[in-house]
């Protein structure tokens, strides 16, 4: 009888183990997009995109948006959903957020866990000039490895140009370009960074030329790098996210990959095929200079 109970106790706790392993292993990682760029319609690419990696890899995603539209410059609803997330995904423009919003900014960013940011997020804050989070107009440098946002040394190559995009050769077996072409086209008109950004600590993925510049002295400069920012967190940056950049089979790999790289986990070796991201560009429908 002894026996009996005593093996009966130890198939309820294996049975236990085994639930407990399964609840570990099916936890979700929680990705949280912040969107609000005025200009590139991510308020329309990122719930694709998380749609996608819902779908097929297994991801529980939020997805932010400026309200009423993306020109409202000082309000995303939900940053406290940031808390809880195990990657954030920013794609922001020029906000005047109140310190309240900010703050949730602030906590995750401090708090050392990863980061994937698009193209104007380098200047996602435009605050004027003595306002108490001015600082923030100049944050990419501590969080992305991106210049100090827009002017100076940052600027781009023309509306009517486009990047010819090429996969760096010291990069070339990175898992995180797995499945990527080593050249593409994508209708981004090239970001100025050099010489300053990335950090040379940062690992360049991918270079960028533009074509059709209408700067005559245009030069190749890097539109993808990994990093480790100021305060420890994986960054995974990438210069470009025009919407037909992400009808672009590469880049839509190269995001996917970027993100699971972002959150510790492996890169996809299967794709599941092209993502129906089929977004127009609306560009700034407002009086806004365009950038």
Known sequence: MKLKSLLLCCVWLCIAVL???SGVAAKRPHIVFVTGDHE???EGTMPLLAAALEKHYGFQTTVLKAFPDENAEDNIPGLEALAQA?????????RQLPKEQVEHIRRYLNSGRPVVAFRTTTHAFNYPKGHPLEVWNAFAPDYLGGPPGWGGGHYHYGHRSTTEVTVMPAAADDPLLRGVERTF???SWLYHVLPNYPPKDAKLLLMGRALNPEKKNAVENPVAWTWTNKVGGRVFMTTLGHPGDFQVESF????????????????PKKWPGKIDINVPYHGIRKTAEKK
């Open 185 to 187: 086209q994508v209708p």
């Open 252 to 267: 839509q790999r190269l995001v996917v990959n970027g993100i699971h790289w972002a959150v510790g986990k492996p890169v």
């Open 40 to 42: 590139y319609s991510s």
């Open 86 to 94: 195990d990657v954030a995904v920013f794609f922001l423009r020029w």
């Open 19 to 21: 639930n407990l392993s």
